[in-house]
């Protein structure tokens, strides 16, 4: 649904006025309606929802330690960069002690790569300095969270036609519990159904596999594990 269907459906169910248009409208009530579907807007993009998250590959420069960030960067996903060309994992983002301890020790010179993400602008720095080409991966999270109708991407609403990037059934809740929040009516029920059906679709978003606290057959193990938990003579 786009903005201006979703907050017509609001609307009429509240039994508000139903707006002909929100982004060129003037009217009072109009308006209010467009800030409410931004603050739902905003609040949902919070959340880790997978649409929102992005990956990203650039490759090193010989004797380059910084490097640009997405133009559309919002956080970096954690424990998600890794040198592609290197089969392995970048330690990062650092907090400032381990980024000091780590520019000013040999560690700078030698070892595997870590990164942390900062400064102004915010960049990627990286240590030690690449003395090659690789190429590193991650994960972000994305500033984008409308998509318009030419299917471009931006970070807030700029016409009545662009669609919301997260779940439309939970912003059209979301706006509805708002709207009769604003004009004094209950929203008591209206707000309890929003946040349980939000945590429950964000779970479902998320798709979290199962968590075995033991594992008994070798071939039961993940990559990387090397141990199991055997039938008998365990503690021996």
Excluded: H
């Excluded at 248009?21 to 467009?34: I, K």
């Excluded at 900062?118 to 590193?136: D, Q, R, Y």
């Amino acid at each position: 649904m786009t903005l201006l269907s979703t907050a017509q459906r609001a609307c009429d169910v509240a039994g508000l006025p139903r707006p002909a248009a929100l982004l060129s409208s003037t009217d009072p009530f109009n308006r209010q309606v467009l800030a409410l579907a931004i603050e739902v807007l905003d609040e949902l993009c919070l959340m880790n929802w997978p649409i929102l998250n992005v990956p990203y590959t650039f490759n090193t420069v010989a004797n380059q330690s910084q490097y640009d960030l997405p133009e559309d960067f919002k956080r970096e996903m954690g424990d998600t960069m890794y040198a592609a060309s290197q089969y392995t994992q970048l330690r990062g983002s650092l907090t400032p002690a381990d980024w000091a301890r780590q520019r000013d020790t040999l560690q700078a010179q030698y070892g595997r790569y870590r990164y942390r993400i900062f400064g102004l602008p915010l960049k990627i720095n990286v240590s030690p300095t690449p003395t090659a080409v690789e190429a590193l991966t991650f994960e972000y999270q994305t500033t984008y969270k409308v998509q318009q109708a030419d299917t471009t991407y931006k970070n807030t609403f700029f016409a009545d036609s662009d669609v919301p990037l997260v779940d439309e059934d939970l912003f059209y809740s979301g706006l509805k519990w708002r709207l009769r929040r604003v004009k004094g009516l209950d929203y008591s029920e209206e707000f309890n159904e929003y946040e349980v059906d939000k945590a429950k679709r964000l779970a479902q978003a998320l798709q979290l596999g199962s968590m075995p606290v033991s594992y008994r057959y070798p071939y039961d193990v993940p990559d990387g594990l090397g141990f199991y938990i055997p039938e008998n003579g365990y503690g021996n």
